[in-house]
């Protein structure tokens, strides 16, 4: 009961600070039941008036609202089909910088994280020069044979393990009330989840430092492209030690020409980087803003903060190559039967249609010039059109056009008339020349022999696994299948709760409301 309350108290300051904000203002009270319009209309009473956008009332809300509610907004911002397109454009504006918490915090953290002194794990340990949510970097110093040697540590937030616990348990408190009231609301619990997955990542620096490590394995023959060394010894789960980056940020443009480097050869290398990554890695930085990209003296790009990372499968990555080389040729037929190869297009729609409906999508391209074509653009029209077909969105596949967008930012600030298209085009053609090509075929075929072998090798098994559950079958249909006492009790008994709570949830939103229309008259 006290845990209910406190959820009603977060969750009912959070709607006040949306009210105040005119964020209720972008709700569709249409399809409303007429409780639900009316709270919405007396939480509109409080909204100040405000000529910004949609989205940016509602990053100016989560912003207030904390860390918790801004890595929300984060995460809806990679998921268009659930908060629509244009407030999804503007959440890729949210911020996450906060100030600093005391240096003799951080200091005490490492020491508690790594169980040694500071003295004995660094030579020097200065204050911090970045700082976001959940996490903030400082410059430190170590000793080595060759002498003392820079270091980039990040550490994490005191107590926000705590603080992030409390705003998800009251996001799942919410969802699960609402899914009592619409099937739709069920996605929130989704939503919750993998932002709960997302965020458990993020604050566990190990699994960081085993992404940049990942990372830095797969790109370790690439000329232009490069990741900063992890130092395991000084890594936990609290802090990441990693090797300083001495280079130019890649939104520096006065550093870039005073340095004397191309500014359209470097937005080409981050096209082809993020391309590379995604198509013949399947593992690819998702947070590639320019305050995460550098450039050394070499013009090599460096990559930074890999809390955020996207994979796609063989099955994606074939998907992605074969709609761009489909754009690229204008072979839409291609383009279409991929979809329905890949699954994403249920059977029953005709692949003749939808190649007519990426036609439309396609040819528009062809009548612009190079630096108006986006293929991130491209990618989210494709989705929206999928949609009429019934095609499920893939949340990898809305990740990696989220990121294209932030590339392409980047790209076009260093060349605003970069062709995207003839960029990655070489890029595309050597991974369906290798993959899809004699090469790709012929490997194929020996990992799909290998597959049948290790199938008739596990056959006896299957076979014996299968008799055991025809007999467990057997058993069940002839006796009936009978639930123990105790269990039928935990079930009356769960669902008494549930629907007290539901009773006094009600309740206390009812007094809510009156009392604010009794103030208000």
Excluded at 87 to 113: G, H, T
Excluded at 360 to 379: C, F, Q, W
Excluded at 443 to 461: K, N, T
Excluded at 473 to 499: F, H, K, M, Q, Y
Aim: hydrophobic share 50%; with cysteine.
């Amino acid at each position: 009961m006290i845990a209910g309350i406190s959820h009603l108290v977060r969750l009912g300051h959070a709607g006040f600070v949306f009210a105040r904000e005119g964020v209720f203002a972008l709700v569709d009270t249409r399809p409303l039941a007429l409780p639900a319009k009316t709270a919405i209309a007396i939480a509109r009473l409080f909204e100040r008036p405000d000529t910004r956008s949609g989205g940016s009332r509602l990053a100016a809300a989560l912003t207030k609202l904390g860390p918790t509610y801004v890595k929300l907004g984060q995460f809806l911002a990679t998921r268009p089909d659930v908060v629509g397109t244009v407030i999804a454009r503007d959440l890729e504006s949210l911020q996450d910088k906060m100030a600093p918490f005391p240096q003799e915090e951080a200091e005490a953290a490492v020491a508690a994280a790594l169980d040694k002194p500071l003295s004995t794990i660094y030579a020097t340990f200065c204050p911090a020069v970045a700082a976001a949510s959940i996490a903030q970097v400082h410059r430190a110093e170590i000793e080595t044979s060759a002498g003392r040697k820079p270091v980039a540590v990040k550490v994490l937030r005191p107590g926000i393990e705590r603080r992030f616990k409390s705003d998800l348990d009251a996001f799942f408190f919410a969802a699960r009330k609402a899914e009592a009231f619409s099937a739709e609301a069920r996605r929130l619990r989704l939503i919750v989840s993998t932002l709960a997955r997302s965020v458990a990542i993020e604050m566990d620096f190990r699994l960081e430092a085993a992404a940049a490590s990942e990372m830095a394995e797969n790109t370790k023959e690439d000329a232009d492209f490069r990741v900063p060394t992890v130092d395991w010894d000084r890594t936990a789960r609290e802090v990441l030690t990693l090797e300083w980056i001495d280079g130019v940020r890649l939104n520096d443009h006065g550093a870039l020409e005073a340095k004397g480097f191309d500014p359209p050869a470097l937005g080409r290398k981050v096209i082809q980087s993020f391309l590379r990554h995604a198509l013949r890695d399947g593992f690819f930085h998702a947070d590639m803003h320019p305050g995460n990209l550098f450039v050394d003296d070499d013009e090599r790009l460096i990559a930074v903060d890999f809390g955020i990372m996207g994979r796609l499968g063989p099955k994606e990555r074939r998907f992605l190559a074969e709609i761009l080389f489909g754009f690229i040729t204008r072979d839409y037929q291609r383009t279409a039967q991929v979809h329905f190869d890949a699954g994403y297009v249920p059977r029953h729609h005709s692949v003749e249609s939808f190649a007519q409906a990426i036609r439309a999508i396609g040819e528009p391209i062809h009548n612009r010039t190079a630096e108006d074509i986006s293929m991130a653009k491209l990618l989210m029209l494709l989705f929206e059109v999928t949609g009429l077909f019934d095609m499920r969105t893939r949340p990898e596949l809305l990740l990696l056009q989220k990121t294209m967008v932030v590339v392409e930012g980047v790209a076009r600030s260093l060349d605003p008339k970069l062709d995207m298209w003839t960029t990655a085009d070489p890029v595309v053609r050597e991974w369906i020349a290798r993959n899809l090509g004699p090469v790709g075929r012929l490997e194929d075929a020996v990992e799909g022999a290998g597959e049948i072998g290790r199938f008739f090798g596990q056959l006896p098994g299957l076979l014996t696994r299968a008799g055991a559950l025809f007999d467990q079958v057997d058993d069940i249909t002839r006796d009936g299948l009978v639930l123990s006492p105790e269990t039928v009790a935990a079930i009356g008994a769960a669902e008494a709760r549930r629907n007290r709570w539901t009773a006094v949830a009600l309740w206390i939103i009812a007094i809510l409301l009156a009392w604010i229309t009794w103030m208000l008259v």
